[in-house]
Structures are given as C-alpha cells and as structure tokens.
C-alpha cells in the first residue's frame, strides 16, 4: 500500500496529465509558424493591384451603335470612318468588301455614303453611293437593307487621287516624312557645315550665299537642307544615346561645288549660324496611306520627348519612343499609349505606411509614321488624357 508521499506524487502527475490534455484539446499547434521583423515607422508596405492579363483576340468587334450608312465628309480620314464602325479601326483592311461597280474602290470620296452589308454571314462596309452624281451603285447581290440598286453605264471618271480620303491626317506628319529629324552621332560628326557667307554675316536668311566645308556634291540633285543640332536623346531605361533631336532650319541650292562649297538660301524658317549642318534633300515622294497594324512581336517602350511641346500633348501630335527599327518596330505599327499607375495609401489597413499600386491605365494610341535605328516617331491617333514624358507604349 503506498505511503503519504507516493499518493501525493501520483496525484501531482494525474494533475499535470490532465492540464496538458486540456491544453492540447482546446488549442492545437499550428504547424509552421511566421515571424516578421517590426517594421520601422519609415518601412513602406505596398501590393500591386493584380490584374489577369487579356487572352489575345483577332475577333472584329463592332461599335454597339453603328450607324447603317454613314456619309463621307470633307476632311475626314479612314481613320476617322473607321472608328464609326469599329473598336479597333485597325481591321478596316479586314471588313472593306470591294465593290466591283465603283471604279477604284479602294479610294473613298467626300460625298460617297458606305454602308454595312453582310457577305456570307459576315458583316462588310461597301461604298454604296458615289457622291459625284448621287447613284446607288449595284451591290453583287448581297443586299443593303433595302437600298435601290441602279446599273450604271460605263463611263471615265476624272478626279485626282489626292483628292481622296487619306488614311491619316497628311498635314500633322508633313514635316516628320520630308525631313529627318533624328541624326545618330556618327552622322553628326560626319555632316558637313556653315562656314561663313558672303559679307561674313552672323546671321544669314533666304537669298543669302553661304560656305559650306565637307559638302558632298558628287550625287543627289543639288539641293540641301539645313538644321541644327538641339539636344542628345538618351533612352530613360539604359540611358543609352539614341540620337540627336534635329531643328529643320531652311534649304539651300548649289552654286559653286569645292571645298568650301558655295549654296544659296532659298528658304528659310529660322536664322541661319555659323556651324549649321547641312544635308542633301531628299525630294523622295513619301507614301500618302499608311496602313494600320499592330507590331509584329510584343513590344513595349518609353516616351522620349514631345516633339514641339513642353510638358504635355494630345490627339495629332507627336512623340518620340524608344523603339526603332532594331526592335522590329516600322512604320504604320499601333501602340497603346499607358500611364503607369499611382502609389496611394489605403486608410483601412492598421499600419499607416502601407501603399496599394493602382493598375496602368490605357489613355491612348499611337501609330508609328517614321522609324529609325533605335527610336520612332509616332502620331498620336487617340488621346483620353494628355500625353506626358513619363508615358509608355506597348503592342495593343
């Protein structure tokens, strides 16, 4: 029979036995456990929004609320009529169903009045009516919600080609397609310059004769653009250099070939200096259509300057990117235009740094009109909000 001391110790066991099965009853371990250094009152926490990317899509979308005909206006642009019908003006090419009773379908007139008709089940935008003389041309069969449809008899049409609907608005890019604007340094160092005139005037305009050292007068036709050198573009991510930003300053003609050279003035947009950089003139007819795609890889870069603005520019300006032709970028590539989303501060949460990073935002597009090596310029089609240098672009 145990003692005193034995009962008191067996006691104490069943006591201690009964707490630990009480403990592991009420309250489990947890199987790992977390530990977090405490955030000093500076430390920022911040998540970032999580956003699934979009499954790629060639499907055509239509505008909800297009109209059934739409009657071309002067100074429009495929662009602009484009955008009537569709979401993305891009797939025009894809929905033009040629009417083979319009001679030259491919030109689109002030006047003319398209409409939505279906081929094979699928919706088609078709020139319907001539806006010369108001016929209703024949649709093949197809039908166009009830419009008459008239034969007409052969006959010659004569209009010029310019006076069709352009693709783009000419006006905003004329100057970007007949004069280089972007000078890699190598060509920089290698161009030739003002050296004096005539009189040895400080500053010279048109009619002004000029001397001109390194001018290359064996080929071309004579005639030579001036500009001058404005600032580097460095690309914001590497800070490698692009290129020079070039100031379009006049043109001049050759008078007297050697070395100096001597050139007149016959046009000028700004004062003309000593050290000038003179060009041969490229009287290359560019192209007046410009056909709308996407890039043909994925793609994304900075903008890195805006061409003839300060701080901000909208719908038919221009921006320089970082993207060229080494990047597989050419002209009449789209892009989307982004703003990279801001950091806030999200008052729910206990700890008072803490940020959550708002989605980029779409805010335009932009098609590429000149490409070179390392950088583009590109007209901005599309503008919800003004662009600014701290932009992106990317495949849309």
């Known amino acids: ?34 530990l977090e250094e405490p955030a000093s009152a500076s430390e920022v926490k911040t998540v970032e929004a999580i956003i699934p990317e979009p499954e790629p899509s060639q499907t055509i979308t239509y505008e909800p609320e297009y109209p059934e005909t739409y009657i071309v206006q002067k100074g429009d642009t495929l ?35 398209l409409a939505i008709i279906y081929v094979g089940g699928q919706k088609r935008v078709q020139i319907v009516r001539r806006g010369e003389d108001g016929k209703i041309l024949s649709t093949g069969g197809t039908g166009t919600s009830g419009l008459q449809v008239v034969k007409l008899s052969p006959r010659v049409r004569t209009r010029s080609i310019d006076a069709s609907i352009p693709s783009i608005p000419i006006d905003s890019i004329r100057h970007l397609l007949s ?24 500053v010279n305009s048109i009619n002004d004769k000029l001397y001109v050292r390194k001018l290359d007068t064996s080929s071309g036709n004579g005639r030579y653009q001036i500009f001058r050198p404005n600032k580097p573009l460095h690309d914001p991510v590497t800070d490698e250099l692009l290129g020079y930003e070039a100031i379009y300053i006049g043109e001049t003609k050759l008078l007297l070939g050697g070395d100096p050279a001597t050139v007149l003035v016959t046009n000028s947009e700004r004062e003309i200096l000593r050290d000038d950089r003179i060009l041969p003139l490229d009287n290359t007819n560019f192209e007046r259509d410009f056909f709308p795609k996407p890039p043909a890889t994925q793609v994304r870069g900075e903008v890195v300057s805006l061409l003839d603005a300060i701080s901000m520019l909208g719908q038919y300006q221009t921006i320089t ?24 501060p999200d008052k729910a949460e206990e700890d008072p740094a803490f940020r959550v990073k708002l989605p980029d935002e779409r805010i335009g597009m932009a098609m590429i009109i000149r490409s070179f090596e390392k950088m583009s310029y590109a007209l901005v089609m599309e503008a919800d909000r003004p662009v600014i240098i701290t932009d992106y672009v990317e495949s849309p």
Not at 184 to 198: G, I, P, T
Not at 332 to 342: A, F, M, P, S, T
């Open 179 to 202: 004069r280089p604007l972007i000078i890699d340094e190598e060509e920089l160092n290698k161009s030739a310059y003002v050296l004096s005139s005539v009189d040895a005037h400080l």
């Open 1 to 34: 029979m145990p003692n005193k001391a034995n009962r008191q110790l067996i006691k104490g066991i069943l006591l201690l036995s009964g707490l630990l099965l009480l403990s592991a009853c009420a309250a489990p371990d947890a199987p790992f456990e977390i």
């Open 321 to 344: 990117v970082n993207l060229g032709s080494r990047d597989g970028v050419e002209t009449g590539n789209l892009l989307l235009i982004k703003r990279v989303g801001e950091v806030i």
């Open 79 to 113: 662009w602009d009529i484009s955008s009537v019908f569709l979401r993305d003006p891009w797939h025009w090419p894809e929905i033009w169903f040629k009417n083979p009773h319009v001679e030259n379908p491919h030109l689109i007139y002030p006047g003319d009045i």
